[in-house]
């Protein structure tokens, strides 16, 4: 397993058994004190010609595992202590979005508007 990298950054590992995705990727983030491994128990639910990508977050999470907030403990955490894993995050979608045989890229989580204000507030 890789260590941990630079605080800030995430660790994209890429592991997949199944032979070149034909339908798209799937993009699975672990919660607190999880790593990319976290996600794995998912795999068999994905329909054939998927991959899965699991980023882990850029922060140690003290009881273990990884965490995308700053702060300790993610409970209660200001909106700038996601700042870095935000802007991590960001990227890496749009660097997906930038090649060439990406046709679409869906979300299904929903940000608070006034989190998100804060949050492109920070990022700028």
């Known amino acids: 397993m890789p260590s941990g990298g630079a ?3 995430l660790t994209i ?3 997949s058994p199944r032979p070149q995705p034909t339908h798209g990727l799937a ?3 672990h919660g607190w004190t999880g790593d990319e491994h976290s996600m794995d128990v998912l795999d068999a639910g994905l329909a054939p010609g998927w991959w899965r990508r699991s980023p882990r977050a850029p922060f140690r999470a003290a009881p273990g595992g990884f965490s995308w907030s700053s ?3 993610p409970a209660g955490a200001s909106p700038q202590a996601f700042r ?3 802007i991590a995050l960001r990227g890496f979608v749009e660097r997906l979005e930038d090649l060439d045989d990406v046709q679409n890229v869906y979300a299904n989580f929903d940000i608070p508007a006034e989190l998100m204000e804060q949050l492109e507030a920070t990022m700028v």
């Open 13 to 15: 590992v890429s592991e």
């Open 7 to 9: 605080e800030g950054r």
């Open 27 to 29: 993009v699975f983030l």
């Open 71 to 73: 702060e300790p403990e």
């Open 84 to 86: 870095s894993a935000s």
